[in-house]
């Protein structure tokens, strides 16, 4: 599973989406063309790319804690506390996070789990503060008993940072990491995921792009993102293994504003049931349900 915050399905505009503006060539060469509001849905005879409701039933702008809790947890955790919250989870939300986490399901079955992702040493001492302001995805894995990965699992291969390449570690927070590809960091990815029955990666900084944070960097992060993914889909066995890719809400498919959108987040499914998958999935809080029904 490979998360992708703040990615929805937007007009066909050359100019303020993002995906059509760059020729978003994971889209083009597996889908033959870009999905938009007036084209959804796209297959092909692997993988399905189509819209997954954000929103819920709730009025308002989705927001990454209530999203990211209802699709890892199986919950519309924007009704349960009557609102969009983020972008961290709501307090009351934190015992559901601990209880029906996706990773806490595998576990309990004696499954192989992994979060692919690694922190900085400045995320531990963070922690070690006392700070308590942490991710849906985070605080699923420290509620389960699970190890965080470090800086040394990136080093021997065995996690990616959180921007692919490593090159923000190097130059935000000061490592000497090697700078690798973005096909290199799909294959690793691809590697450790056949090691566990649940693997998930997870990618933030599409976010940052759609708030306008860090516009310097939009070419390079698009072209992370797109050859990154445009990797995974080449590399992928479709026939023995099930990919699920998502987002928690719409903002990247739109620059024209810097908040998040009504869009429908993106969502493709590739591989085994990729298609029953799809249409198991409607709301956020239908994606755990489906990904632990198609891969017991």
């Known amino acids: 599973m490979i998360f992708i915050d703040g990615m929805g399905i937007g007009k066909k505009d050359h100019i303020n989406n993002p995906f059509f503006k760059y020729q978003f060539k994971t889209f083009i060469k597996h889908f033959n063309e870009i999905p938009s509001l007036k084209n959804s849905i796209l297959k092909n005879k692997n993988a399905i790319i189509f819209p997954t409701d954000p929103l819920m039933g709730i009025e308002g702008l989705p927001l990454s804690g209530t999203g990211q809790t209802s699709i890892?947890?199986?919950?519309?955790?924007?009704?349960?506390?009557?609102?969009?919250?983020?972008?961290?989870?709501?307090?009351?939300?934190?015992?559901?996070?601990?209880?029906?986490?996706?990773?806490?399901?595998?576990?309990?079955?004696?499954?192989?789990?992994?979060?692919?992702?690694?922190?900085?040493?400045?995320?531990?001492?963070?922690?070690?503060?006392?700070?308590?302001?942490?991710?849906?995805?985070?605080?699923?894995?420290?509620?389960?008993?699970?190890?965080?990965?470090?800086?040394?699992?990136?080093?021997?291969?065995?996690?990616?940072?959180?921007?692919?390449?490593?090159?923000?570690?190097?130059?935000?927070?000061?490592?000497n990491l090697p700078v690798i590809k973005p096909q290199t960091a799909a294959r690793r990815l691809l590697r450790l995921s056949n090691k566990n029955k649940f693997t998930l990666y997870e990618f933030f900084l599409t976010d940052h792009l759609g708030h306008g944070r860090i516009l310097d960097e939009f070419d390079k992060v698009m072209y992370l993102l797109d050859n990154f993914l445009f990797t995974i889909l080449n590399k992928f066995d479709y026939k023995n293994n099930t990919l699920l890719i998502c987002s928690d809400h719409g903002n990247l498919e739109d620059t024209s504003i810097k908040t998040h959108t009504l869009n429908p987040a993106i969502t493709i499914a590739g591989g085994k049931n990729a298609f029953a998958i799809a249409d198991n999935i409607k709301h956020l809080y239908d994606i755990k349900g489906t990904i632990t029904k198609f891969c017991k």
């Open 72 to 175: 890892f947890c199986g919950v519309n955790a924007s009704k349960i506390i009557g609102k969009h919250f983020g972008p961290y989870p709501y307090s009351t939300l934190i015992p559901i996070i601990e209880e029906k986490n996706i990773f806490k399901y595998y576990l309990n079955k004696g499954e192989k789990v992994s979060f692919a992702n690694a922190y900085p040493k400045i995320f531990f001492e963070y922690i070690k503060s006392g700070e308590k302001r942490l991710s849906v995805t985070s605080l699923s894995c420290l509620l389960s008993g699970m190890k965080l990965k470090n800086v040394t699992d990136v080093r021997k291969a065995r996690a990616l940072t959180a921007e692919i390449d490593n090159s923000r570690w190097n130059e935000k927070l000061g490592y």
